[in-house]
């Protein structure tokens, strides 16, 4: 094979700016439950999986069309964390 290549797949500030919109204005400092209708009443229980399926599910199409979104991990701390992507 050939020589290993290195290199940026996605420009970092881009990424910072889908962050932004994806997961930080919808989700930061708001009340999952009370805040964000996918999480209200008789919606989905925001666990950590769940949270991780809402990323994902906002962010892979927002992706350019050449790069694989495999995973989102969520941790809430060491010790518990969930994901939820393609596989």
Do not use: K, Q, W
């Not at 996605?10 to 805040?35: K, T």
Request: charged share 25%; with cysteine; net charge negative.
């Amino acid at each position: 094979s050939g020589p290993l290549v290195h290199g940026m797949v996605m420009d970092l500030g881009e990424l910072d700016r889908l962050l932004e919109l994806v997961v930080r204005a919808p989700l930061a400092g708001r009340h999952l439950n009370l805040d964000v209708p996918e999480f209200g009443r008789g919606g989905t229980l925001p666990t950590c999986e769940a949270i991780a399926e809402y990323v994902y599910r906002r962010l892979l199409p927002r992706l350019p069309a050449e790069l694989n979104l495999d995973f989102v991990r969520i941790a809430e701390d060491a010790t518990l964390s969930g994901e939820a992507g393609s596989t």
